[in-house]
């Protein structure tokens, strides 16, 4: 019991003294119980507290301070925006929801309440999004005998496109906007208008994690990519 106490006194912040006279009166498994439920809440506060930081860590500049620190576009390339101004923090998941979509043939990732953005050629440009994600097939170098179950590590990995998409043209020095939006669950990405984009920007901070480095056509087996 002495053990016990000492051990609810210092996740609570509960005096030593107070503890005990808290768990004196107490039946064994009521003390026991709550014990339980005082290092359940503590690990809860625990993760919360690690989500909170990697939100933290994972975000930048809000959006005005980006426009004065972006710098110019590049001659023969505009510039795509893309920001997620749902999926923020809720009570359930303190760092926000993830994501992925792509530009082409380039995965990115998406992160609630956030925005980045790239510089791409001008032309013809597509953006995908909702389940973007690496699909497992067998493995024609290892072949298995009938029943026997496959190891994930023993399946060539590629890449999905998105399920929804949307195309547009990037003139020269342009600034494009892609909002995602999530209908009932469903991530979708639209071009909008840049007087809406820049009021929905406002309140976003830049994501600075956003690349990836995969490809679409990217498959691997234990980190070896196939010529």
């Given at each position: 019991?002495?053990?016990?106490?000492?051990?609810?006194?210092?996740?609570?912040?509960?005096?030593?003294?107070?503890?005990?006279?808290?768990?004196?009166?107490?039946?064994?498994?009521?003390?026991?119980?709550?014990?339980?439920?005082?290092?359940?809440?503590?690990?809860?506060?625990?993760?919360?507290?690690?989500?909170?930081?990697?939100?933290?860590?994972?975000?930048?500049?809000?959006?005005?301070?980006?426009?004065?620190?972006?710098?110019?576009?590049?001659?023969?390339?505009?510039?795509?925006?893309?920001?997620?101004?749902?999926?923020?923090?809720?009570?359930?998941?303190?760092?926000?929801?993830?994501?992925?979509?792509?530009?082409?043939?380039?995965?990115?990732?998406?992160?609630?309440?956030?925005?980045?953005?790239?510089?791409?050629?001008?032309?013809?440009?597509?953006?995908?999004?909702?389940?973007?994600?690496?699909?497992?097939?067998?493995?024609?170098?290892?072949?298995?005998?009938?029943?026997?179950?496959?190891?994930?590590?023993?399946?060539?990995?590629?890449?999905?496109?998105?399920?929804?998409?949307?195309?547009?043209d990037v003139r020269e020095k342009e600034t494009k906007y892609c909002r995602i939006e999530n209908?009932?669950g469903m991530l979708k990405p639209a071009i909008v208008d840049p007087g809406l984009a820049e009021?929905?920007?406002?309140?976003?901070?830049?994501?600075?994690?956003?690349?990836?480095?995969?490809?679409?056509?990217?498959?691997?087996l234990h980190g070896y990519t196939p010529g």
């Amino acid at each position: 019991m002495n053990k016990k106490r000492r051990l609810a006194a210092y996740i609570s912040g509960v005096p030593t003294h107070k503890a005990k006279a808290l768990f004196k009166f107490m039946p064994f498994g009521a003390s026991k119980f709550l014990l339980s439920i005082i290092l359940i809440l503590s690990t809860l506060s625990s993760l919360g507290c690690a989500q909170i930081l990697t939100r933290k860590l994972s975000l930048g500049d809000e959006y005005a301070q980006f426009k004065n620190t972006s710098g110019p576009i590049k001659p023969g390339f505009g510039r795509v925006i893309v920001y997620f101004p749902g999926g923020g923090p809720n009570m359930v998941n303190l760092e926000g929801r993830y994501a992925f979509c792509t530009i082409d043939e380039d995965i990115y990732r998406l992160f609630g309440e956030s925005f980045w953005s790239i510089d791409v050629p001008v032309g013809k440009h597509k953006i995908t999004a909702q389940d973007v994600r690496p699909v497992y097939i067998r493995n024609p170098l290892r072949p298995t005998e009938p029943g026997e179950p496959e190891p994930e590590e023993g399946r060539w990995k590629y890449w999905s496109l998105g399920k929804f998409s949307v195309e547009f043209d990037v003139r020269e020095k342009e600034t494009k906007y892609c909002r995602i939006e999530n209908a009932s669950g469903m991530l979708k990405p639209a071009i909008v208008d840049p007087g809406l984009a820049e009021i929905d920007l406002t309140e976003l901070s830049f994501y600075k994690e956003s690349r990836t480095g995969w490809k679409i056509g990217d498959h691997s087996l234990h980190g070896y990519t196939p010529g």
